[in-house]
């Protein structure tokens, strides 16, 4: 493939979606951005914007006969927990879009390379008192919450096509843009009410930027990558959440965790840590550290963050009395009762695993 050739992305107004396609354009990539409704902070000038509706598939073949991409790096998805809140949306954006893709993409008389972001929600609840090994492409995918399932749908879509493909499983995103803002509760909430414990690797979203754009250009196709940081983000969910909001001077507003139930493999949320030796090698995309995010974070914050700090301590015993395990009995984290209390049923779609297509 020709660097200079033409990438259109999905989701690209999304916290990931905006790195990614700065960093194409910074490769020199002719980069055209489909979005249901614009959003701010607005993407470089030379990105071409075309309105979309992705669960439209007269309209996703249209834009794909249009522009004729080289390549599609499919960014866009419905996320926990508002998935949770609205599935036959979160179905049709995650699962329904991507077939539509799929099917144009194949239909074209040369048909583009398709990167595929995915989840490790793909692998289900994972206790770590139990299981202690690193994530792989070849871990056994036994997804059983409605984000994680809608992810193996798709992962199969696209796997099952004549596409030259590659899917990359994120781990968790950290932002260069905080939204410093102590209304954005559900994302608080989300947090909080995940056990402690609960093993979570995290990536930077420039590194993430950088495993997108080489994916887009590598020799090596119709595989699966582990999108994470260097072992430096190999964290528990507490200890990142606690240091987010402290990089954004909200540390006096953390909700109190609970840890998980050592002995209840289902009580914990689809988080891991992940080996990332081969994406490394063919991707080599690491470049910060955990340290190094959490710095540009708080520059970015500037102000912003000394202002919050003044307010975080005012706000703080409200917020608590908000929190999803204040004055609730037990000493364990329960994410799937509390999901369910505050956004609806968690459940997957159908009690039927998806499984992997015969390759």
Known sequence: MDVRDSVLVTGAYGLVGRPVVARLVADGYRVIATAHRTAKPSLPAAVDVRRVDLTKPDQVSAV?????????????????PMCYADRALARAVNVDATASLVKAAEAMPSPPRFVHASSMAVYGSRNPHRFT???TPDTPTLATELYGCHKLEAENI??????????LRLSGVITMEPLIDYRDFDSFYLGALLPDDNRCHCVDARDVAAAFAA???????????????????????GEIGRTGMAAVGMGAMAFPGRPGDPANDADWYPLDWMD????????SFQRYS????HAEIRARARWKARAMGVAAPVLAGLMRRRAPYYRQPGRYADPWGRIRDRWGDPAPDTARQAQPPDM
Request: one cysteine or more; charged letters at 20%.
């Open 133 to 135: 090994d690193l994530l």
């Open 158 to 167: 696209v796997r099952s096509s004549c596409l030259d493909w590659s899917i």
């Open 276 to 283: 990332t030796t081969r994406s490394r090698q063919v991707l």
């Open 290 to 293: 955990w340290s190094d995010s």
């Open 64 to 80: 794909l006969a249009d522009v004729s991409p080289s390549a599609i790096v499919h960014l866009a998805a419905c996320i926990p």
């Open 215 to 237: 994916a887009v250009a590598t020799d090596a196709v119709r595989e699966i990558f582990m999108i994470a940081g260097d072992d430096s983000h190999k964290r528990l969910q």
